[in-house]
């Protein structure tokens, strides 16, 4: 008798094995059965979130008005949390409260608990699909394991807090200005820079990232010479046989840098795994114990103190501090008789960010255009001093790194006049400055209030100084309330109203032109403020913004570039001096010097 011995077969058109094949082999980006809850999910909630970065928050005004400038985005609150009396419904679309109108849904705030649920949905789904792969091609789980971190964070933040809380309203809303109102917000209730678990949480990720930065830094610091081509990319190449870099010459330098380093990359590996994962966790911890109302503990005093009067930092307290700087500043005005005066140095002597006629403008670009001009034919005329020759590096790469400098610090200092400057970058063009949007609200609420009948030249404010107007440390008059560090504005539409001292009080009361008022209103609305609760007195909303102004991107976007420009600075100029001292091709394999150095003990 013959035994045949062979496998089953399932049917050629088994449903479930042509799903499983098209989820998991047959796919250059592996999707996975865990990828059925990971990207529908992804998509509602990032998709929530685009949809709020086209509403403006004046919902029962503008409707559905979709604007970048005048509305919510990214920056700001793309998507604010529902009002506090809803507490913790699911708020859907057909739910009692929208009833199935798109439009009251999201003035509701139902595209909060959209995004959020689908969000954190989404982020498991990340992580099992890591599992699932991961056990596809026998890897160890630790890549899954290592995003439980921000899972756990983002769980407690948005999910488990505001349970704990009485509603969703508690919950951060979904933007960066919105992230750092919440922060406040934590602080103020909680004293959470105080907590052991936060403490932990910055150890851990500030530690990572520090422990990122050297071992990235000693890995490219330690490759080997491979072949002639003096690229540092050749560390990257995927057909290379061999090791990239020295574990030997990486242990002696850190050795004898902190007298103990680890010996063997399993151990610096997983250290470098369990530092940031630790700290994310713990800090998910410390947020689940405010949820459940640990509130306010003191870690220093050991005592719980009620969350209804805080005694670590708040607007409250700042605002005392804040008053105790005007005494000092008003010092010399309040006790004539010390004779006090204040050093020349203290006193505002201008700057050339401050520039405000055009005249100057124009006459400083001559003069600048002038010496670069002398500049330039003085270079083609002379060569350089031998100490310049000696001291700089004179290649290609390293003209590029001072080119990259060079640009990187007009990158800051452009941003510097976009921002502060409303001659060069008229307020008409780019929308106000900062210091000019405090003082036309500022102004906007003088007017009012005086055509209400108040006397604004004598009216008291809550801390003691005028309320309307008060006096500068050098005397003259000058807006009252939180504007005052605003002191030295200059803007075309409030230089009529000054007089030899600083604001002319007959003026204010007889002289203000319609042109005036709107354009305070126009400005004080249109605030250049990626901005949360209040600043430079400036009111917005406690969840969102309004506003970003042309002045806001510019200013942002030649930041952001002056300081990538200055890292490709870094980069280059490192490059160039490596190349320039011979050793940029990486360390000699059969001459590697630690090899021929005493062993350390």
């Known amino acids: 008798?013959?035994?045949?011995?062979?496998?089953?077969?399932?049917?050629?058109?088994?449903?479930?094995?042509?799903?499983?094949?098209?989820?998991?082999?047959?796919?250059?980006?592996?999707?996975?059965?865990?990828?059925?809850?990971?990207?529908?999910?992804?998509?509602?909630?990032?998709?929530?979130?685009?949809?709020?970065?086209?509403?403006?928050?004046?919902?029962?005004?503008?409707?559905?008005?979709?604007?970048?400038?005048?509305?919510?985005?990214?920056?700001?609150?793309?998507?604010?949390?529902?009002?506090?009396?809803?507490?913790?419904?699911?708020?859907?679309?057909?739910?009692?409260?929208?009833?199935?109108?798109?439009?009251?849904?999201?003035?509701?705030?139902?595209?909060?608990?959209?995004?959020?649920?689908?969000?954190?949905?989404?982020?498991?789904?990340?992580?099992?699909?890591?599992?699932?792969?991961?056990?596809?091609?026998?890897?160890?789980?630790?890549?899954?394991?290592?995003?439980?971190?921000?899972?756990?964070?983002?769980?407690?933040?948005?999910?488990?807090?505001?349970?704990?809380?009485?509603?969703?309203?508690?919950?951060?809303?979904?933007?960066?200005?919105?992230?750092?109102?919440?922060?406040?917000?934590f602080q103020g209730f909680h004293n959470w820079t105080l907590n052991p678990f936060h403490m932990m949480g910055v150890a851990g990720v500030l530690g990572a990232a520090l422990l990122c930065a050297i071992h990235g830094a000693t890995v490219e610091n330690t490759l080997f010479e491979d072949g002639d081509g003096a690229n540092t990319f050749r560390a990257f190449n995927p057909t290379q046989a061999e090791e990239t870099y020295s574990m030997v010459t990486a242990n002696r330098f850190w050795s004898q840098i902190f007298g103990v380093a680890f010996s063997n990359k399993r151990w610096l590996h997983f250290f470098m795994l369990f530092v940031p994962v630790t700290g994310l966790w713990m800090s998910a911890i410390g947020v689940v114990g405010l949820a459940l109302n640990l509130r306010a503990y003191d870690f220093v005093s050991q005592e719980i103190r009620a969350a209804e009067d805080p005694e670590f930092e708040t607007f409250y307290t700042k605002n005392i501090?804040?008053?105790?700087?005007?005494?000092?500043?008003?010092?010399?005005?309040?006790?004539?008789?010390?004779?006090?005066?204040?050093?020349?140095?203290?006193?505002?002597?201008?700057?050339?960010?401050?520039?405000?006629?055009?005249?100057?403008?124009?006459?400083?670009?001559?003069?600048?255009?002038?010496?670069?001009?002398?500049?330039?034919?003085?270079?083609?005329?002379?060569?350089?001093?031998?100490?310049?020759?000696?001291?700089?590096?004179w290649s290609g790469e390293a003209y590029l790194s001072y080119s990259l400098g060079a640009l990187s610090v007009f990158g800051f200092i452009a941003c510097c006049f976009v921002w502060f400057n409303n001659t060069a970058y008229p307020s008409e063009f780019y929308g106000p400055t900062g210091p000019e949007a405090s003082q036309a609200q500022a102004f906007t609420f003088l007017v009012r209030d005086q055509r209400l009948g108040a006397n604004v030249g004598s009216a008291q404010g809550p801390t003691?100084?005028?309320?309307?107007?008060?006096?500068?440390?050098?005397?003259?008059?000058?807006?009252?309330?939180?504007?005052?560090?605003?002191?030295?504005?200059?803007?075309?539409?409030?230089?009529?109203?000054?007089?030899?001292?600083?604001?002319?009080?007959?003026?204010?009361?007889?002289?203000?032109?319609?042109?005036?008022?709107?354009?305070?209103?126009?400005?004080?609305?249109?605030?250049?403020?990626?901005?949360?609760?209040?600043?430079?007195?400036?009111?917005?909303?406690?969840?969102a913004v309004n506003y970003v102004s042309p002045r806001s991107w510019l200013a942002t976007s030649h930041f952001v570039l002056g300081f990538f420009f200055f890292v490709g600075h870094l980069w280059h100029a490192g490059r160039a001096r490596a190349a320039a001292a011979g050793f940029e091709k990486g360390i000699d394999r059969d001459l590697e010097p630690v090899l021929y150095m005493t062993p350390l003990n």
């Open 464 to 543: 003691g100084l005028g309320k309307y107007l008060m006096r500068s440390p050098t005397g003259e008059v000058i807006f009252g309330g939180e504007t005052m560090r605003f002191w030295d504005l200059r803007a075309p539409w409030l230089e009529p109203l000054r007089g030899p001292n600083g604001l002319d009080l007959s003026r204010l009361k007889k002289d203000i032109q319609p042109w005036q008022e709107r354009r305070s209103a126009e400005y004080m609305t249109h605030a250049p403020l990626g901005s949360l609760n209040s600043v430079g007195g400036v009111a917005t909303e406690i969840n």
């Open 321 to 393: 501090l804040l008053n105790e700087g005007i005494r000092a500043w008003m010092a010399a005005q309040d006790q004539p008789h010390e004779n006090l005066i204040f050093p020349e140095e203290v006193l505002p002597q201008g700057w050339i960010v401050s520039v405000d006629d055009l005249e100057d403008i124009i006459g400083g670009h001559v003069w600048l255009g002038s010496i670069c001009v002398l500049g330039g034919i003085w270079h083609i005329l002379t060569k350089p001093f031998a100490w310049a020759r000696r001291a700089f590096v």
């Open 1 to 185: 008798m013959t035994i045949a011995l062979g496998r089953v077969t399932k049917e050629e058109n088994d449903l479930f094995d042509i799903m499983d094949d098209w989820l998991r082999r047959d796919r250059f980006v592996f999707v996975g059965w865990s990828g059925l809850l990971l990207f529908p999910c992804a998509y509602f909630a990032l998709g929530g979130w685009f949809t709020g970065t086209t509403f403006v928050t004046s919902w029962y005004t503008h409707g559905l008005a979709s604007s970048y400038l005048e509305g919510c985005n990214f920056l700001t609150a793309a998507v604010s949390t529902p009002a506090n009396s809803l507490a913790h419904s699911l708020l859907l679309l057909w739910g009692p409260e929208a009833q199935g109108d798109f439009t009251r849904w999201c003035q509701l705030g139902g595209l909060w608990t959209f995004v959020a649920l689908h969000g954190a949905f989404a982020l498991i789904g990340f992580m099992l699909r890591q599992f699932e792969l991961a056990r596809s091609v026998q890897l160890r789980p630790y890549n899954a394991i290592s995003f439980s971190g921000p899972i756990a964070v983002f769980v407690s933040v948005f999910l488990i807090y505001p349970l704990g809380q009485s509603g969703w309203f508690f919950a951060p809303s979904f933007g960066v200005a919105a992230i750092f109102r919440f922060i406040l917000f």
